[in-house]
């Protein structure tokens, strides 16, 4: 005799089905993930260790991040310092050789060589990354030069009246010197430079190069002026052009020295921002091993489970079948 009735077995078999079908479910999902949906089971109730290899792994996805953003800002400067150095090298040589050997036409044709050579370094000096202009301190909002065409016009004015290479020289060093000249003229950048990035645990990179700096600033007045040169407003006489060339040809040698210094820099920070992402790489993957260690599902045991909890559904439905067949009349029969 069944101790309930037909209406209380039916929602009990129900019952039973579903809890079946739930631990099914359960089971197929550590087969996929080969990780136990029982964590608080596994873990006996103590989550400290998988909290702390979760607070890791979080840290790191937080420096990679950084290390990432950062090191594509140190490689496109670096490959703006490079169209830089190959400019002044290029320029320098070419200087030397016409202030020492060039005639006129020679002299002309550097000077509209050093104009585009002008327009070309602060384009590099104007660069960005992710929308973030490179050379210009915090004002990463802003370029961080006003136009070639600018420099060139308010140096003019500085330097006119000069009548010899010496004179035009120290003029041209005292308005880039003077907070009021190429600092107000040309700079747009702020005074404060970027503050330090941290990539990791203790370690930072620093970016503090801007535009305004003396490397850079030294660069430019001598491009600026070897453009000038033949200018008739500034109305140097041959010889004196020809020295002036020459000199300014030694001055972009000295800065092109100075860049290869400043890419070194560069070069260093890249260096170890590479290193740190290899650490936090192995340290991603050591945790990631841990976790998967603590957490997971045993395949055979799971498979073993799963076929186990499979045959009593197909029980459990053989057993409905035949308890709905059940009545007074085939029992009379």
């Known amino acids: 005799m069944n101790s309930i009735g037909d209406l209380a077995q ?13 631990e099914i479910e359960t089971l197929t999902q550590e087969m996929s993930t080969g990780e136990t949906a029982n964590i608080t089971q ?22 990679s991040v950084t290390t990432a953003e950062t090191g594509v800002m140190f490689s496109s400067a670096q490959t703006h310092l490079e169209i830089l150095h190959t400019r002044t090298d290029e320029l320098a040589n070419a200087l030397t050789a016409v202030g020492s050997f060039g005639q006129t036409v020679n002299r002309e044709q550097i ?8 327009n070309t370094m602060v384009a590099s000096l104007n660069s960005s990354v992710g929308g973030r202009s490179l050379f210009a301190g915090v004002a990463t909002d802003t ?18 009246g000069q009548t010899t290479a010496a004179d035009v020289l120290q003029t041209a060093e005292n308005w880039f010197n003077d907070p009021a000249g190429f600092k107000t003229s040309m700079y747009r950048g702020s005074d404060q430079t970027l503050a330090a990035f941290e990539v990791t645990d203790g370690e930072e990179v ?3 190069l801007k535009a305004d700096d003396p490397a850079f600033r030294d660069m430019l007045k001598a491009t600026a002026l070897a453009s000038l040169v033949t200018d008739a407003a500034v109305g140097l006489n041959p010889q004196e052009q020809a020295e002036l060339l020459k000199n300014l040809g030694g001055q972009l040698a000295t800065s092109r020295d100075t860049l290869v210094g400043v890419r070194a820099n560069i070069g260093f920070s890249e260096a170890r921002i590479e290193q740190v992402e290899t650490r936090n790489a192995a340290s991603k993957t ?18 073993t489970r ?23 009349v085939n029992f009379l029969r």
């Open 306 to 328: 799963l076929k186990a909890v499979q045959f009593q559904l197909e029980s459990l439905y053989t057993v409905t079948v035949r308890t709905s067949q059940l009545s007074l």
């Open 10 to 22: 039916s929602l009990t078999l129900r019952a039973r089905s579903v809890l079946i079908k739930n």
């Open 286 to 303: 050591s945790l990631e091993y841990a976790r998967r260690e603590l957490l997971e599902a045993d395949p055979f045991e799971t498979a």
């Open 42 to 63: 596994r873990l006996a109730g103590d989550y400290s260790h998988l909290s702390d290899i979760d607070r890791n792994l979080s840290r790191i996805q937080g420096f």
């Open 111 to 118: 000077s509209n060589q050093a104009q585009g050579d002008l």
């Open 143 to 160: 370029i961080a030069l006003n136009s070639g065409e600018t420099l060139l016009a308010d140096l003019k004015s500085a330097i006119m």
């Open 206 to 208: 620093s970016f503090k």
